[in-house]
């Protein structure tokens, strides 16, 4: 659905900020602070012709996702209420999945979804980041410059997690182009027919030949979730392992490159990984707005009255950056909003950040002394209300010497389906590659706070 007054970034409907265009993605901030005018929350397009209320304040927005009696997420009155072409349906409307449900149905699958991702081995995780990671930084080592998004923090988490879900390549590729045109608002129609088809696939194939992995035990848990509930499940599993978790990497990446406190001066101080990423999730959290609800009636809320059937959004860049309740240090602080909050609390958020800092220490270990290729504020952000996501994050560093990959991992990315499929099947599948070999230079600061110096 287009309008002239989408294209424009005017709101549809009077005195609704749009959270959609190039404008709000340039500065989601300056948009946040403008919007606290209007209190704790405050009225917003998510599209053109669909408002919304977005939760700004950090207390509201506790008190919300703690309250799923009153902010049900059942999105099924509110579709009746929009054009059923509007780009934010497919990944908004209703589902029978542990994130859209309450109640019973949702304890019955959560319990599925939770149990199943508990069994997967932490370890196991870290060694297929590592083996990954390598393998990536091999095709980009020798060339002195790369685009770290597109290069590395967009295919580094679909490898793990295809890994994780057993998931052949000629599957994942699909459940990938689906996953970014949701996104991307990119024919989203579409991208939802690709997507059932593709983990329906999943689904049946291991129903057929089960295997020690994540797909196998949702289907085999006690719950007994048919195949479609398998399925619908599989969608917001998917979405997290996917284009928030390219965000955080390249976010935290970007903030290590380009913050004082990690790559200017460190002679007074250095923060860690776990801290930078910390600091992501405060102040650019890559999921910046969603935990969307639907009130059944009309609620009073903080003063503001909150139409029935109509989105409440979770402003979690918003919230976190609540002038009430802001902190000057963040280290080692966690109580975040970025993960949610209550019934609905991200399931996956130890393995995400586990995904994350492997990815980023991996990076600064092979090449200690890459800095930006462009000044920091000339890098672009994608639009779209729910992301907080880069275009590029192009870099340059002095070209490393590394031995070629070995042959399945060159196969991975010059699309040969059968070196594919033998290459990321499971774990134990591709032969490490050694690390990349880092020549003796001086080493400019990123690289003396990496190592300690």
Same mark, same amino acid.
């Given at each position: ?10 709101? !549809? ?5 749009? #959270? ?10 300056? +948009? ?68 859209? @449900? ?18 997967? %081995? ?27 998004? *597109? ?8 490898? +793990?997690?295809? /890994? ?22 990119? %024919? ?5 027919? &690709? ?5 329906? /696939? ?9 295997? %020690? ?13 048919? %195949? ?12 997290? *392992?996917? /284009?928030?978790?390219?965000?955080? &990497? ?12 990690? *790559? ?35 609620? /009073? ?16 860049? !918003?919230?976190? @950056? ?40 991996? #990076?600064?270990?092979? #090449? ?20 907080? !996501?880069?275009?590029? #994050? ?60």
């Amino acid at each position: 659905m287009t309008s002239d007054a989408g294209a424009r970034g005017c709101p !549809a409907h009077p005195g609704r900020t749009p #959270l959609y265009g190039p404008e709000f993605a340039a500065n989601p901030a300056r +948009v946040y602070d403008a919007l606290r005018r209007h209190g704790p929350v405050a009225p917003v397009e998510l599209a053109p012709g669909i408002p919304a209320s977005l939760v700004i304040s950090y207390d509201a927005a506790l008190a919300v996702l703690r309250d799923p009696e009153r902010f049900p997420k059942d999105a099924r009155r509110w579709e009746r209420t929009v054009p059923p072409d509007s780009p934010v349906v497919p990944f908004m409307k209703y589902r029978p999945a542990c994130n859209k @449900t309450d109640g019973a149905e949702h304890a019955r699958l959560r319990a599925a979804v939770s149990d199943s991702l508990s069994r997967i %081995d932490l370890n196991t995780l870290r060694a297929s980041v590592e083996r990954h990671s390598e393998t990536l930084i091999r095709r980009f080592a020798g060339r002195g410059a790369a685009d770290l998004r *597109a290069e590395y923090a967009l295919v580094l988490p679909l490898l +793990v997690f295809n /890994e994780v879900l057993g998931c052949p390549p000629e599957i994942g590729d699909r459940i990938v182009v689906a996953m970014q045109g949701f996104v991307e608002n990119v %024919d989203t129609a579409k991208s939802n027919r &690709i997507l059932l088809e593709a983990i329906g /696939e999943l689904v049946a194939l291991k129903r057929e030949r089960p295997a %020690d992995d994540l797909t196998t035990w949702i289907l085999d848990h006690p719950a007994r979730l048919t %195949d479609e509930e398998v399925t619908e499940q599989f969608i917001p599993l998917i979405g997290l *392992a996917t /284009e928030p978790e390219q965000n955080l &990497i390249a976010n935290g990446l970007r903030l290590l490159l380009s913050d004082g406190r990690f *790559a200017g001066d460190l002679s007074g101080g250095s923060l860690p990984v776990a801290d930078a990423l910390d600091e992501v999730l405060w102040t650019d959290p890559p999921i910046a707005n969603w935990a969307i609800s639907y009130p059944v009636d009309d609620v /009073e809320f903080r003063g503001v009255r909150l139409p029935a059937d109509q989105p409440v959004v979770i402003g979690f860049a !918003a919230a976190n @950056t609540d002038p009430s309740t802001a902190s000057a240090n963040r280290a080692g602080n966690r109580a975040h909003l970025a993960w949610g909050a209550g019934p609905h609390t991200c399931p996956v958020q130890g393995q995400a950040r586990l995904i994350a800092s492997v990815a980023m220490e991996k #990076l600064l270990d092979a #090449l200690p002394d890459m800095e930006l290729a462009v000044p920091a504020g000339q890098l672009e952000w994608r639009p779209g209300f729910a992301q907080r !996501a880069l275009k590029a #994050l192009p870099v340059r560093f002095p070209p490393a010497q590394a031995p070629p990959p070995p042959p399945s991992a060159a196969a991975v990315w010059e699309g040969d389906p059968a070196q594919r499929s033998n290459a990321t099947s499971g774990p134990a599948a591709a032969p490490a590659p050694r690390p990349v070999a880092v020549p003796e230079r001086r080493r400019g600061a990123l690289a003396r706070w990496w190592h300690g110096k």
